[in-house]
């Protein structure tokens, strides 16, 4: 690394300077010990080697100038790890799957994250990110918690996973007062696409369409609303995953049904083997089904 990044061995009595303003961690490490950097007003890059896999609470909290975070291996993020990072903007964080308690809370510049790898998001992980705009989780994700993205004013768009009991909290949203977009990770329209009658595919279709028409019009302001935002998200994905689980049944009805007609003309093998593969869907797996 270039002479003025300062490496962070995680040693007894290694202790960071003041003045530091580019931090490399050491490869040696795995987990970044809470309260490492904490209240390192000058620290404006943080890159992690692959080997970096945990950081811990309050790790750099109050890092008013970080703008950069790279941490590629990175899995979990503990409470409060970059709680009022106000400059911080990029985060590279491929691998990271548990966001902890107000992980980010406060951090008032981040204006875009993407987490392929998210499973948990725990209570206030970005409250009060009034810059964030744009979202995007994975298929991995598991849960949001409450007021996960509370008075993130600005968020617009977000892109999730088609699972049920998802969003716990009706809180999750609140004051979210510009989110009117939302889109699906994964392979559903690829699902849709491949149902047998176009008139499901149009209903299905619509359906999916239907809540960037309902989500502007949900209550979403402050901490007096009802929740609007969570509740109706939740409930169009309970409605998108009756319809599609409906329609994947009829669709393997009817292949069942045309399997059977060409066994009467065709040798039962060729019809496995060279008709039936065509004729499935994909395989993308909702978690309400079964």
């Not at 490496?7 to 007894?12: A, K, L, P, Q, S």
């Amino acid at each position: 690394m270039a002479a003025e990044y300062f490496t962070y061995t995680g040693r007894d009595g290694d202790v960071v300077p003041r003045d530091v303003t580019r931090v490399c961690i050491h490869k040696s490490l795995t987990v970044i010990p809470r309260r490492a950097f904490y209240g390192r007003r000058n620290i404006e890059e943080v890159i992690c080697d692959v080997g970096i896999e945990t950081i811990e609470a309050d790790a750099f909290f109050f890092c008013t100038s970080l703008r950069l975070v790279i941490m590629p291996g990175v899995k979990v993020v503990s409470a409060n790890a970059f709680f009022g990072c106000e400059a911080l903007t990029d985060v590279e964080c491929d691998e990271l799957e548990i966001i902890g308690w107000n992980a980010f809370g406060n951090s008032k510049s981040l204006r875009s994250i993407n987490l392929p790898s998210a499973k948990i998001v725990k209570g206030g992980a970005f409250h009060n990110c009034e810059a964030l705009t744009d979202v995007k989780f994975g298929i991995k994700l598991e849960r949001i918690e409450a007021c996960a993205f509370a008075l993130c004013t600005s968020l617009e768009h977000i892109t999730l996973p088609l699972k049920d009991n998802m969003i716990h909290d009706d809180t999750t949203f609140k004051g979210c007062v510009n989110l009117e977009h939302v889109d699906l990770a994964g392979g559903p329209h690829e699902t849709i696409s491949a149902l047998h009658l176009e008139g499901w595919r149009n209903v299905m279709n619509e359906e999916i369409d239907s809540i960037n028409q309902i989500l502007p019009r949900a209550a979403g302001r402050g901490y007096g609303d009802v929740g609007g935002k969570a509740i109706v998200i939740r409930s169009w994905i309970r409605s998108v995953l009756r319809k599609i689980i409906h329609y994947k049944v009829q669709h393997h009805r009817l292949l069942d049904e045309a399997a059977t007609a060409l066994e009467l003309t065709l040798p039962k093998d060729i019809v496995i083997e060279n008709v039936l593969p065509f004729l499935e869907l994909p395989s993308y797996t909702f978690e309400a089904e079964g």
